[in-house]
């Protein structure tokens, strides 16, 4: 059974930063990435980053040079820091435990379904 546990939402100004974490319990280590995805008030949930096991990451384009995400495999914790914070960054940030997809030189993260209660993220004046 393997269970995910993010923490460090909540309100934030805009241009403001941010550190979610994702604590993860259980057998991880078939898990050969985790990501990062947020679904906002009548909208999709959408992949923000994701991080394979030994640390090559993808990002969506609407978060590149904004958010890092990162993981510390020994403590089996994964992070997402967020700077120069949007109200368009305004959802629900929930973490999900998966798969690394290669294509070639280049991979693409498959979710599994391992999700974590999600943490609330609040981008407002």
């Known amino acids: 059974q393997v269970q995910l546990v993010e923490s460090g939402g909540g309100l934030v100004q805009p241009g403001g930063s941010l550190r979610l974490s994702c604590a993860a319990s259980?057998?991880?280590?078939?898990?050969?990435?985790m990501g990062w995805y947020r679904q906002a008030p009548g909208k999709q949930r959408e992949l923000v980053a994701a991080?394979?096991?030994?640390?090559?990451?993808n990002y969506a384009d609407s978060v590149k040079g904004r958010f890092t995400i990162s993981r510390d495999n020994a403590k089996n914790t994964m992070y997402l820091q967020m700077n120069s914070l949007k109200p368009d960054d305004t959802a629900v940030y929930y973490c999900?435990?998966?798969?690394?997809?290669?294509?070639?030189?280049?991979?693409?993260?498959?979710?599994?379904?391992?999700w974590g209660q999600g943490t609330q993220v609040t981008v407002s004046s």
């Open positions: 999900n435990a998966g798969t690394q997809l290669l294509h070639g030189g280049d991979w693409s993260y498959l979710p599994r379904d391992y």
């Open positions: 259980g057998n991880i280590f078939s898990f050969s990435a």
């Open positions: 991080i394979t096991s030994i640390g090559s990451t």
